[in-house]
């Protein structure tokens, strides 16, 4: 027993011993602390806005004239557009079907004023080397009025053709004769010693399947199709208006298929009673409708030498208006403006003309206002959103720099309100 108690105070006195000697042995380790670095001011995010405004239209001296036909009649079907319209036909029924298409707008006729543009029927007659086709509008169930008469003559090497206005709806002699640039296709087929000639079935309330009744249009309108399908088509080079007819027995042929229901019921629409008598009483000599086409011109040239004027003659209607406006020479210049609120949020407005009026706007808002500059401002980054109204653009959300400073705060990406 004695000796395992002097081994256990043996093992206790070595413990301590090795104990003391480790503590003596390791060095001794200073922690110093590291200095708290002092507090950054946080700077407040720059935003820029540019808002652009274009260049002031300028508007110059304008002056235009205007003609107007009225409702005359003979206007409302123009005769150099059926001779064009038959030297472009294969057929007479085609010839028929152009003058009625809503297509090529040749027919704006409307006799009976029911409001719908009248079907043209064509009844055509020959004898020996010529041709008559009967032009008759329907205007009411049984009821027809001759409009022109188209004579066609045959020759070796030409077709040579006459368009005859009514006197009812033209006056007197009223001859259109066109020049044609090449041999129109209705040489080929007057050629056959089997041609039959062509008589519509149409009248007034049964026509056919491709025909869609259109309502009139204003004659200044009118006049401009008639002019289109006049520079499109391909045969007729111009037409001349001669004083008679160059076959006399054109109305022997006829004779027969005449109608004249309309201007009987109504004598007072004709051409004499329309226009030759107010054209008399002032002072004007107009016998037929090409008469009455160059007083329009006459009187539309004298009234655009006059602005501001208005002058009424053989039912036509002539004004000339012409529109002045000034416009002010901007002057090019900067002006910067620069306001600082309660909270330190210096506004910068930055506005630059140039010579052309063009005016630019720039808007800068920063959060700092020692490192604002009043006098420069440069900016840079990326836009990210462009918003484009009328005639003006704004550009949000642009991070820029002021004074080669770039900031980097993350909310830099936030718009300015």
């Known amino acids: 027993m004695k000796k395992i108690a002097l081994l256990v105070l043996a093992a206790v006195a070595l413990t301590s011993c090795w104990t003391t000697i480790r503590t003596v042995s390791e060095p001794v380790v200073v922690v110093r602390e590291k200095p708290v670095p002092a507090p950054q001011p946080v700077q407040q995010p720059t935003y820029v806005t540019t808002v652009t405004t274009p260049s002031p239209k300028v508007t110059t001296v304008t002056t235009f004239t205007v ?177 008679k007819p160059f076959y006399s027995g054109y109305t022997e042929m006829t004779q027969s298929h005449r109608r004249n229901d309309y201007g009987v019921q109504h004598p007072d629409n004709s051409f004499e009673r329309r226009v030759t008598r107010t054209a008399a009483s002032s002072g004007m000599s107009v016998r037929n409708a090409a008469q009455l086409r160059t007083e329009v011109e006459k009187s539309s040239k ?32 900067t002006t910067i403006n620069t306001r600082v609120n309660k909270s330190g949020t210096t506004r910068t407005t930055v506005k630059t003309t140039d010579s052309t009026g063009r005016t630019t706007t720039v808007k800068r808002e920063s959060g700092n206002s020692s490192r604002t500059s009043s006098t420069s401002t440069r900016t840079s980054g990326t836009s990210t959103s462009t918003r484009t109204s009328g005639t003006s653009t704004r550009t949000s959300g642009t991070r820029s720099s002021q004074d080669n400073q770039t900031s980097s705060s993350p909310r830099s990406s936030r718009r300015a309100r």
Request: proline fraction near 7%; charged fraction near 15%; aromatic fraction near 16%.
């Open 302 to 333: 004298r009234t655009s030498d006059k602005p501001s004027t208005s002058t009424r003659a053989s039912g036509t209607t002539t004004a000339t208006t012409t529109k002045t406006s000034t416009t002010k020479t901007p002057t090019p210049g």
């Open 67 to 243: 003609t107007n036909y009225n409702t005359d009649l003979c206007f409302s079907l123009d005769l150099n557009a059926v001779a064009a319209a038959f030297a472009e036909s294969n057929s007479v029924r085609e010839f028929e079907q152009i003058l009625n298409s809503s297509r090529y707008m040749i027919n704006n006729l409307d006799l009976n004023r029911d409001g719908w543009v009248d079907y043209i029927r064509v009844i055509e007659t020959s004898r020996g080397y010529y041709h008559t086709l009967l032009l008759q509008a329907c205007v009411a169930p049984g009821m027809f009025q001759d409009i022109a008469t188209l004579v066609a003559e045959r020759r070796p090497d030409v077709l040579y053709v006459e368009v005859i206005g009514d006197p009812y709806l033209y006056g007197y002699n009223y001859i259109v004769r066109p020049v044609f640039v090449r041999r129109p296709p209705m040489w080929n087929v007057y050629g056959h010693t089997t041609y039959a000639v062509w008589s519509s079935p149409y009248y007034y309330g049964y026509y056919p399947s491709y025909y869609t009744q259109p309502k009139p249009v204003v004659i200044n309108h009118y006049q401009a199709y008639v002019t289109t399908y006049m520079t499109n088509h391909h045969y007729c080079h111009h037409c001349d208006y001669p004083s």
